[in-house]
T-cell receptor, first 111, second 114 residues
Framework: KNEVEQSPQNLTAQEGEFITINCSYS?????LHWLQQHPGGGIVSLFM???GKKKHGRLIATINIQEKHSSLHITASHPRDSAVYICAVTIRGGGADGLTFGKGTHLIIQP | DTEVTQTPKHLVMGMTNKKSLKCEQH?????MYWYKQKAKKPPELMFVYSYEKLSINESVPSRFSPECPNSSLLNLHLHALQPEDSALYLC?????????????FGSGTRLTVV
């Protein structure tokens, strides 16, 4: 069983729709990261969460530590939001931690 | 400067070649990482440096040799690679803190081994 599970794996939506991507993890974590990767490109860090909720522009990320679950929401989605969204966690605790990744959600926003 | 810069962006090398990948950051991050990413897969952790010392090696074959000459620079030396080592190699940096504050990725080096 993967330590980080994401759903859905693929999501196609129309421009303007409200998008939700879910992430569940099975281990104790120091933090959870939401990342974005465009095709053939590098990775951009969107959020780092250890509790509660964060908002940046049209993106909102929440985490429930007790339920070991996080969600990434995109409001008023736009074709430029099309990318792979990856949930990742740090599980070793303290110091410099490598990330353990989910398999990603491939999001396509159609005009 | 809020970037992690990787060079080269693309590299084609033969199985007998020796080459190096370079990663540089000037954000004052004292943790630096190498990841390997195959097509349509999530990245896999290879190495972690903390305060210029190797702290994690995820059982990576010795044909990959990391080096951290100073707090801003991270190299990955490649020798006698196999075609299956072809992948996107990503460098990242962060603060040395629980969870990895300020995690920043480079745009990667796309490596092809022929």
């Amino acid at each position: 069983k993967n330590e980080v599970e994401q759903s859905p794996q693929n999501l196609t939506a129309q421009e303007g729709e409200f998008i939700t991507i879910n992430c569940s993890y099975s281990v104790g974590i120091s933090a959870l990261h939401w990342l974005q990767q465009h095709p053939g490109g590098g990775i951009v860090s969107l959020f780092m969460l250890s509790s509660g909720k964060k908002k940046h522009g049209r993106l909102i990320a929440t985490i429930n530590i007790q339920e070991k679950h996080s969600s990434l929401h995109i409001t008023a989605s736009h074709p430029r939001d099309s990318a792979v969204y990856i949930c990742a966690v740090t599980i070793r605790g303290g110091g410099a931690d490598g990330l353990t990744f989910g398999k990603g959600t491939h999001l396509i926003i159609q005009p | 400067d809020t970037e992690v810069t990787q060079t080269p962006k693309h590299l084609v090398m033969g199985m007998t070649n020796k080459k190096s990948l370079k990663c540089e950051q000037h954000m004052g991050h004292r943790a630096m990482y190498w990841y390997k990413q195959k097509a349509k897969k999530p990245p896999e952790l290879m190495f972690v440096y903390s305060y210029e010392k190797l702290s994690i090696n995820e059982s990576v074959p010795s044909r990959f040799s990391p080096e951290c000459p100073n707090s801003s620079l991270l190299n990955l030396h490649l020798h006698a690679l196999q075609p299956e080592d072809s992948a996107l190699y990503l460098c990242a940096s962060s603060q040395v803190s629980a969870g990895g504050v300020g995690y920043t990725f480079g745009s990667g080096t796309r490596l092809t081994v022929v």
